[in-house]
């Protein structure tokens, strides 16, 4: 039993305040919740809406079909009381009567009088609005406002009485026994992961949806001590990146694919210039400017291939909150151990979405690999080791040359054909040891039921929607994580399927192509979405049975 | 008194002979030896970065630490080692190519963060590496291989967009006056702040306008100018627009004010400063 509840309103009006608000007092009450946010590119205006889904089972996605709709304005029934819910309920602020001072705080009036219809008692919010706006000078509005609203006549909604019934979460969803749960976005994730892998300076250049990890880092600048800086544009972040960490400082960048196709000279330079970095690449549909703050899997190739030259990298896809912190934990970790390039592929979906979140990953510790002997002369920056990673030391204690140039042990430039081809192979050994490395971590991961012969391929924010939508049927799912190094292996997987049916929320199937080209496997069945859009659960069922069949 | 650096690592320089990228590396080296040896600067503590081109390949010959960054990189890669420890000594060396063309949007931002980094141009007025192209500060009339009827587009004069956007040491220097030159890197890097230095260099094979312009060369200081006036390094500025060949060419020191840095102001980055770490030596 999973609950849908669309909260709608102008830009501004502050649905998605309500909806995480909501949210988090059915995650704290022990519901599994996820809140999906979808809205346009503009500032004033508009039609914003969130989905809150809310289960007592693991949910990590919402539904098309939606059990109630929460009005802000008069256009968000127009725009969702069509099609699968032209039948939805709807609770309209312009069917209640509110007191003109709570203009401002209409979101607040609304979830008040909500709670009151879900059977929840109102303290759950006043608690959460206390806990959150602590001290500041509206707080007694919003109090005052979710009270009168949780107080407001109902008779005057246009609800029949089974509508209400249906929508009693507390009598629908058994009684919840979780402890802890909390709700955290992507993002949320991304930037702890971040924290607790030791970061030091993230720089950025403002680009949707990997803003919100930039906000977020520069929040906790004095906290975490640590320093975020917005320069010029992505190609002084990305280059200021490497010389950043070409001192010792543990060093991220985030963009979304324009911003990253700015960024590619200096992912060749980190090629060959071998200092470690992390790139954060949130996805949206491209090409070009595309539909800026909706959701997409697009840019996988440019993740796995963009800049010349040929060079070692790791690309991680998490799909959830869990999986954000893990990965991002693992991207320092490749970068600082192998002196990588490490990308962390996301998308709006799960940098924009809440997730309810368990429990802390297990996390490696991310040492910092410098060498602080002091050496005579210049350090041996590029030494031609076995397993191809050399130890790498710091200005202050040595004398050290990173250079985007081919060049000998020491950094020196050169063009001698033997040194060229020695350091070629020296970077060829790391990628080798790198994809032995890569084999302790889970790099896949098999869901659902474990024996069926339906397989369902993916990789990152399709998860939530696929393991929702096949948890009552007889099929599994193949979960990619790390898409390079390629866990080859899966191929077994693919091979003894009676049935393989890729997902991808993308026009051309990238991962099917990346498989082929992998495992020599070809997946013939694809539904693939790119409206830019996320799969919802209900409707993914659907085309998951249709393929079954 | 600490001893004599080896400022020169064992990598032959393929820099055409005589060419005048010998005498900005030696002004640089010797600025480094005297104030290593006076005990200002530690050879491991300084840095640079470079961009792509002739001037670049002062990278492979100057025996410091650093970053040989992409073409027009010079100073972001720059700003980023500033960033990741404020306490090492920064250097950033660019062509007029690297710097004002490719990497202009760096240079303007630059101009306005003033992160303690010297900034030296080796301007030869052309794209040297790639065998003679016309850069922003090339003369409008001046005829190349890929601008056979002239350039047709005026030079910018980097050191008045400097001033403007409110770099905080403004200089001009000439590479074939070694004594000056010289003096006027020690200040940049005595001077706390965003410093650029402009240093006219002919290139004997592309671009030689040394006949001329050694007509035209004066000095500032030698006119008594005022280098903390703004207005007057801007008239000053405005003397020579990069292509005459009649008018004087100041050199010296334009403007010189002491403002607080970036590093100074993002707070923690001051808790290293005080700390004289980097954030390698923080633990975490
Ligand atoms: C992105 C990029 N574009 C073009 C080049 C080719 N290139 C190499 S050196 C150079 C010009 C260098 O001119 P300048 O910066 O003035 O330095 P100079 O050689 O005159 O010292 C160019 C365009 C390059 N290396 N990278």
Redesign the pocket.
């Known amino acids: 039993m999973k609950i849908n509840i669309l909260i709608g309103g102008k830009a501004g009006q502050g649905a998605n305040a309500a909806a995480i608000l909501l949210g988090e007092i059915l995650t704290e009450y022990g519901y599994y919740v996820f809140n999906y946010r979808d809205y346009p590119s503009l500032i004033r205006g508009g039609n914003n809406f969130n989905i809150v889904a809310v289960s007592n089972r693991k949910i990590k996605s919402h539904d098309k079909k939606v059990q109630l709709i929460v009005a802000l304005d008069e256009n968000t029934i127009k725009e969702h009381k069509t099609g699968v819910n032209k039948n939805t309920p709807v609770i309209s602020i312009k069917d209640v009567y509110m007191d003109d001072k709570f203009k401002k705080v209409s979101n607040v009036f609304i979830l008040g009088l909500l709670l009151k219809f879900l059977d929840l008692p109102l303290d759950l919010l006043i608690k959460k609005l206390e806990e959150i706006f602590k001290g500041k000078k509206f707080l007694p509005l919003d109090k005052e406002a979710a009270e009168s609203g949780y107080n407001a006549d109902m008779k005057k909604l246009k609800l029949t009485k089974s509508e209400i019934n249906r929508l009693d979460i507390r009598a629908k969803l058994r009684k919840p026994a979780h402890k802890n749960l909390r709700l955290l976005s992507g993002s949320d994730a991304i930037a702890k992961g971040a924290i607790k892998s030791g970061i030091d300076i993230y720089l950025a250049y403002p680009m949707t949806p990997a803003t919100p990890v930039l906000h977020l880092l520069a929040g906790r600048q004095e906290k975490d001590n640590i320093t975020v800086f917005l320069a010029e544009n992505e190609i002084a972040v990305a280059n200021a990146a490497l010389g950043s960490s070409h001192t010792g400082a543990r060093t991220m960048v985030g963009t979304s694919g324009g911003g990253y196709d700015l960024m590619t000279?200096a992912m060749s330079m980190q090629g060959i210039s071998e200092i470690p970095l992390v790139v954060y690449l949130a996805q949206r549909p491209g090409p070009g400017s595309g539909v800026p703050t909706y959701t997409g899997q697009g840019d996988l190739n440019i993740a796995l291939n963009a800049s010349h030259g040929e060079f070692p990298r790791v690309v991680i896809a998490p799909g959830d909150v869990e999986e954000s912190i893990k990965c991002t934990n693992e991207a320092f970790y490749f970068a600082e151990k192998y002196r990588a390039l490490s990308i962390l592929l996301g998308d709006k979906h799960v940098s924009e979405s809440q997730f309810t979140y368990e429990k802390e990953p297990k996390l490696i510790k991310v040492k910092r690999n410098i060498d602080l002997k002091k050496v005579n002369g210049l350090y041996k920056n590029y030494d031609f080791t076995k397993n191809g990673n050399s130890k790498r030391s710091v200005p202050s204690v040595n004398i050290v040359k990173s250079t985007s140039y081919e060049h000998d042990e020491k950094g020196i430039t050169i063009e001698d054909a033997n040194m060229a081809k020695k350091m070629y192979d020296k970077r060829l050994r790391k990628e080798e040891t790198m994809k032995k490395e890569v084999k302790k971590f889970q790099t896949y991961k098999i869901h659902g039921r474990k024996t069926s012969k339906n397989l369902i391929v993916g990789w990152g924010s399709t998860k939530g929607a696929i393991i929702d939508a096949i948890h009552d049927m007889d099929a599994k799912f193949l979960q990619l994580i790390y898409i390079k190094p390629f866990p080859k292996e899966v191929r077994k997987y693919l091979e003894n399927a009676k049935k393989v049916i890729l997902v991808e929320n993308n026009a051309t199937g990238l991962l099917s192509q990346e498989i082929r080209k992998e495992t020599g496997f070809e997946i013939k069945d694809k539904i693939l979405r790119y409206d830019g859009r996320p799969f919802e659960e209900d409707i993914l069922r659907e085309e998951i049975k249709k393929k079954l069949i | 008194m600490a001893k004599k650096p080896e400022l020169s690592t064992n990598a032959a320089p393929t820099w055409c002979p005589g060419c005048y990228?010998f005498f900005i590396l030696k002004a640089v080296q010797n600025v480094l030896e005297k104030m290593i040896k006076q005990g200002k600067l530690k050879q491991e503590n300084i840095v640079m970065a470079t961009?792509?081109?002739?001037?670049?390949k002062i990278f492979d010959y100057l025996n410091v630490g650093g970053v040989y960054s992409?073409?027009?990189r010079t100073i972001a890669a720059a700003l980023g080692m500033k960033l990741g420890n404020p306490n090492l000594t920064v250097f950033g060396f660019?062509?007029?190519?690297?710097?004002y063309?490719?990497g202009v949007s760096h240079f303007v931002h630059n101009c306005r963060y003033n992160a303690d980094i010297n900034m030296i141009v080796?301007n030869?007025q052309?794209?040297?590496?790639?065998t003679g192209q016309g850069?922003a500060t090339s003369e409008e009339y001046a005829v190349t291989k890929a601008q056979p009827e002239g350039l047709k587009i005026k030079p910018m004069n980097p050191i008045a967009v400097a001033l403007e956007l409110g770099a905080t040491f403004v200089a001009r220097a000439f590479a074939g006056d070694m004594e000056h030159m010289t003096k006027i890197i020690e200040e940049a890097v005595k001077h706390k702040g965003f410093s650029l230095i402009d240093i006219l260099q002919p290139?004997l094979i592309f671009h030689n306008k040394l006949e001329s312009m050694n007509k035209q060369f004066y000095k500032l200081e030698d006119k008594k100018h005022d280098f903390k006036n703004l207005d007057l390094a801007l008239k000053k500025a405005r003397e020579w627009d990069y292509e005459d060949e009649k008018s004087g060419i100041p050199l010296g020191i334009f403007y010189k004010v002491r403002e607080p840095t970036l590093n100074e102001k993002l707070s923690n980055q001051k808790k290293l400063m005080e700390k004289g770490k980097g954030w390698f030596q923080v633990k975490r």
Do not use: Q, V
């Open positions: 000279e | 990228n961009g792509i081109g002739c001037h670049a992409l073409h027009g660019g062509g007029d190519g690297d710097t063309d490719e080796h030869n052309i794209f040297a590496l790639t850069t290139c």
